[in-house]
T-cell receptor, first 118, second 113 residues
Framework: AQKITQTQPGMFVQEKEAVTLDCTYD???????LFWYKQPSSGEMIFLIY??????QNATEGRYSLNFQKARKSANLVISASQLGDSAMYFC???????????????FGQGTILTVHP | DAGVIQSPRHEVTEMGQEVTLRCKPI?????LFWYRQTMMRGLELLIY????????DSGMPEDRFSAKMPNASFSTLKIQPSEPRDSAVYFC???????????FGQGTRLTVV
């Protein structure tokens, strides 16, 4: 079974600074996908960024970038120029690899609560 | 598109009652997922469908839980009988292809008293 680990229960950052949220995963497969979602206090799940295991470049979406280190099995989310509205829970997730019976299944980590201070 | 639509947003019921949660996925999305979120267990996948067919229901906690997808635009998650430990936020999500992101509904907050 795939496993996603987010070791930081909570993180604090000053407004306008950058912050890195850690995510490591465990898989023996070569083909998989990694996702980051944001869950503000209102409760909805908002997709942020996606990285495929075969993608050569690190994914970027605006102020979000994914620091993908395949050999270390890590997929850390970097938020640049933090804003007060970035305060939320952040989840890392992994899609099960192709070929298995559970292909497509999205397994989530426990999440990291980010607090942005003014 | 209105996104994934779940109803009701909030449900309070008494232990032993039947509860039905509803989901309308985004049109054209072939995959539908039901997740449960609690403080203790985080986000758990309960079941997912591909083209209305259940693919993996290994996350369904027990026989009290059942899910159906009678057509491409509607799915239900039923709990019968409900218990206090079923209290959680239940999310429905849909996606177009396996390599794309899943879009989540607003969730249903279920409280069983």
């Amino acid at each position: 079974a795939q496993k996603i680990t987010q070791t930081q229960p909570g993180m604090f950052v000053q407004e306008k600074e950058a912050v890195t949220l850690d995510c490591t995963y465990d898989t023996s497969d070569q083909s998989y996908g990694l996702f980051w979602y944001k869950q503000p206090s209102s409760g909805e799940m908002i997709f942020l960024i996606y990285q495929g295991s075969y993608d050569e470049q690190n994914a970027t979406e605006g102020r979000y970038s994914l620091n993908f280190q395949k050999a270390r099995k890590s997929a850390n989310l970097v938020i640049s120029a933090s804003q007060l509205g970035d305060s939320a829970m952040y989840f890392c997730a992994m899609r099960d690899p192709a070929g298995g019976t559970s292909y497509g299944k999205l397994t989530f980590g426990q999440g990291t609560i980010l607090t942005v201070h003014p | 598109d209105a996104g994934v639509i779940q109803s009701p947003r909030h449900e309070v019921t008494e232990m032993g009652q039947e509860v039905t949660l509803r989901c309308k996925p985004i049109s054209g999305h072939d995959y539908l997922f039901w997740y449960r979120q609690t403080m203790m267990r985080g986000l758990e996948l309960l079941i997912y469908f591909n083209n209305n067919v259940p693919i993996d229901d290994s996350g369904m906690p027990e026989d009290r839980f059942s899910a159906k997808m009678p057509n491409a635009s509607f799915s239900t998650l039923k709990i019968q009988p409900s218990e206090p430990r079923d209290s959680a936020v239940y999310f429905c999500a849909s996606r177009e292809f396996m390599n794309t992101e899943a879009f989540f509904g607003q969730g249903t907050r279920l409280t069983v008293v």
